[in-house]
């Protein structure tokens, strides 16, 4: 008698697990694009991305308006001349003594400064010495201030690019005050 119930349960079992499937009568779909997912061609044009915008799906991907990205410091003296000369004349650094790590800042103007240069700020440095770029400034022979230094690192000046994507805001016032230093030797 126990065998013919597990005979029973068994046939029950099978029936029900079979009956739910049927290939000729497909199940109901709860998210259909999830398993038939629309097929594009590669490299092919798309109405998917259009919008009344006219921005053809890159609405996605533009910032909103006002943002700015996460420890983004908004710089507030423009790309010009009379930036520069106002923020030689106005801007100074945030950083006191104690928030310049000396070595760091050292280390940072070895990186991206003395190639140009020269390790001692003197103009001298290994692209100048393969007359790579000519006319590079030696720091004494320049009035510069904090400001002014900050300024051409963030901007960049003449053949020299801007730094602010290589170097943070704080790193950038650490090299700042690292030129000084080489300046006032």
Known sequence: MK???????????????????????????????????????TYAESDAFNSPTGLKGKEGQIPAE???????????????????DAAKA??????????????????????????????AGDGKGKLVKQEKFLGVPAYKDRPVTEGSIYHVITYGLNSMGSHANQLSSKERWMVTSHVLKLRNQ
């Open 66 to 84: 006002g943002s700015i990205k996460r420890g983004f410091e908004p710089y507030e003296y423009p790309n010009t001349t009379a930036g520069y």
């Open 3 to 41: 065998s013919l119930i597990k005979i029973a349960g068994l046939f029950v079992l099978v029936v029900s697990v079979s009956s739910c499937k049927n290939d000729l009568k497909p199940n109901y779909q709860y998210m259909p694009n999830m398993y038939e997912s629309v097929a594009y061609e």
């Open 90 to 119: 106005n801007l100074k650094s945030p950083l006191d003594s104690t928030g310049v790590d000396a070595k760091k800042a050292e280390e940072l103007y070895t990186i991206y400064c003395s190639i140009c240069h020269g390790e």
